[in-house]
């Protein structure tokens, strides 16, 4: 170690001992700062969760210490993609069988719309043909 | 990833150096709390992912930036103490302090028989004489010697070259032997 080295780590020495001696209000705030800090390294790990939940899948996150949180995340996350795709094909079903019955209700039989000589007629006859 | 235990215990066992770094750098203690308070809140938001190990670099790139955002803020310069070059001696021949300092390689220089009282003026001249550094001199002092972290880290903290980091540590260590051989200590 060099001198300069030496001398340097003695100072260092003398700040270390500063830092024991200081004054208590500001230890105090230092912990409290500390704490607050800490809560928000908490938010931070939850909010993947929270996400994770929503739509994200939560894998391999922080929060080993909790498997069956992380569990229950995917399986939501697993149960909301179902739920949404059989809401969608109820819906697209649904709207199918609207257009359907009104075709079969109709007193044209659903043959006709597809007979060229009908949309043939259809347009002479329209009042925009006329 | 750093878990909450880990993390608590870093910041337990920095936050006051921390503190000082930054009462050194703004001669304020609300402000260099608030620094410090706002370096910890900044690393257990942005990098509570981070390993355990990079925390120490992680979060002196952050106290420093702290540091120098508050100085661009303020935008007022440091005043300096007494020009500590002067104590240097003659500007022909200048006498380096550490060449006449010496240093007892077995016993702890500042804890024979001095008196408590002895023991807070010797760091209270200390201090004083790290508060008159150059800011990058005392960011490089304290981050090499007293973070311990190596020439490379101390580099990327200060977001410098490693050669200026050992100009600046010499430089430090320099200036800060002078001062004290002014006030008669002789570590």
Redesign the interface.
């Known amino acids: 170690m060099s001198r300069e080295e030496q001398f340097a780590r003695q100072i260092c020495r003398v700040l270390d001992r500063g830092t024991e001696e200081l004054d208590h209000g500001i230890a105090e705030r230092l912990r409290a700062a500390r704490e607050r800090a800490l809560q928000h390294q908490h938010v931070a790990t939850l909010s993947p969760a929270i996400v994770g939940a929503g739509g994200t899948a939560l894998l391999g996150g922080d929060d080993e210490k909790h498997p069956l949180r992380t569990a229950l995340a995917i399986l939501a996350l697993l149960l909301g993609v179902s739920l949404s795709y059989y809401w969608n094909g109820f819906s697209q079903a649904s709207e199918n069988e609207a257009i359907d019955s009104a075709l079969l209700a109709d007193d044209l039989p659903p043959n006709a719309y597809l007979d060229k000589g009908f949309q043939a007629w259809l347009e002479k006859d329209s009042p925009a043909g006329q | ?1 750093a ?2 235990a880990e ?2 215990n870093f ?2 066992e920095v ?3 921390a ?2 770094q930054a009462l050194f750098a703004v001669r304020d ?1 609300d402000t260099a ?1 608030d620094i ?2 706002d370096s ?2 900044r ?3 942005k990098y ?2 981070k390993p355990v190990e990079e925390l120490p670099l992680l979060f002196q790139r952050i106290l420093q930036n702290a540091i120098r955002d508050f100085y661009r803020r303020s935008r007022t310069r440091m005043e300096r103490f007494t020009s500590l070059s002067a104590l240097e001696g003659d500007a022909d021949d200048p006498l380096d302090p ?1 060449e006449v ?1 010496e ?1 007892d390689e077995d016993v ?3 804890a024979t028989p001095h008196t408590a009282l002895l ?2 003026e ?2 209270s001249l ?2 004083a004489a ?1 508060q008159t550094l150059p800011p990058r001199q005392r960011e490089a ?1 304290l981050l ?3 973070e311990g972290l190596d020439i490379a880290e101390t580099a990327a903290a200060m977001g410098c070259t490693e050669g200026s980091v050992k100009t600046h ?2 430089r430090a ?2 200036t ?2 002078a001062a004290l051989e002014s006030k008669g200590i002789r ?1």
Do not use: G
């Open positions: 990833m878990s909450r993390l608590s910041l337990a936050e006051r150096r503190y000082k203690e709390l410090v308070q910890m809140m690393l257990s938001e509570a992912d550490l300092i240093i702890n220089p500042f023991q807070a010797t760091l200390v201090e790290l002092f090499r010697y007293w540590c010499s260590t320099h800060l032997a570590p």
